[in-house]
């Protein structure tokens, strides 16, 4: 099946400092990547949509000045958290579609990247 | 808006077979997923749904109501590694595609 990477998968991180995690699709194209947070036994709050030459489209209650996203081509999106603070410590997943080809469309996640920041 | 209503906890034995329902209300429905997770782990694509009917995969079913808005994984001969959380997920087109999760049911499987 499609496989989606992420990196680092674990970042710790002095409070004020900022993060970019990145998140690629490894075999197949990606004109859309979702940007999840999940905090401990909570399900996955989707964040943003990032689509490839465009602007990302932010959640309702995320910051877009904070959590900046850049979605430079089909297989490469970065979501950046800037001046990080101990709350923004969570388990951040990305997810991309793929629609090439199948029967059935399937949205792949990435590993995660945890974030802690001290 | 969205909302997605699946049960909290669930414990089946070992060798069982399990259900788990999820409900949703949403506009612009484009399909239903079911993903696995174990803890500390990301999600893992178990089944889509975008027509009624019965979907099945090896142990695996789900199963899918457009018009009772109503889903269910149902897992058979159930093993210890089955033990894990899982989401149901619904697709909504609302003037662009996102995929919204519900809260995930924790599955406890005993010998």
């Known amino acids: 099946g499609a496989v989606v990477s992420q990196h680092p998968s674990r970042v710790i991180c002095k409070s004020g400092t900022s993060v970019k995690i990145e998140c690629r699709s490894l075999?197949?194209?990606?004109?859309?990547m979702f940007w999840y947070r999940q905090f401990p036994k909570q399900s996955l709050m989707l964040m943003a949509t990032?689509?490839?030459?465009?602007?990302?489209?932010?959640e309702q209650g995320v910051e877009k000045d904070k959590f900046l996203i850049n979605h430079a081509s089909l297989t490469l999106s970065t979501l950046t958290v800037t001046s990080a603070h101990p709350e923004d410590s969570s388990f951040y997943i990305c997810?991309?579609?793929?629609?090439?080809?199948?029967?059935?469309?399937?949205?792949?996640f990435g590993p995660g990247t945890r974030l802690l920041v001290l | 808006g969205q909302n997605i209503d699946q049960p909290t906890e669930m414990t089946a034995t070992e060798g069982a077979i399990v259900q788990i329902n999820c409900t949703y209300q949403?506009?612009?429905?484009?399909?239903l997923f079911w993903y696995q997770q174990h803890a500390g782990e990301a999600p893992t694509f178990l089944s889509y749904?975008?027509?009624?009917g019965l979907e099945e995969k090896g142990r695996f079913s789900s199963f899918l109501s457009r018009s009772k808005g109503y889903s269910y994984l149902l897992l058979k001969e159930l093993q210890m590694k089955d033990s894990a959380s899982y989401l149901c997920?619904?697709?909504?087109?609302?003037?662009?595609?996102?995929?919204?999760f519900g809260a995930g049911t924790r599955l406890f499987v005993k010998a």
């Open positions: 075999d197949f194209q990606a004109t859309t």
């Open positions: 990032s689509n490839e030459g465009s602007k990302a489209t932010y």
């Open positions: 997920a619904v697709r909504a087109n609302t003037g662009g595609f996102k995929t919204i």
């Open positions: 749904n975008v027509l009624d």
């Open positions: 997810s991309a579609r793929d629609l090439g080809g199948g029967v059935q469309e399937t949205q792949y």
């Open positions: 949403t506009s612009g429905f484009n399909g």
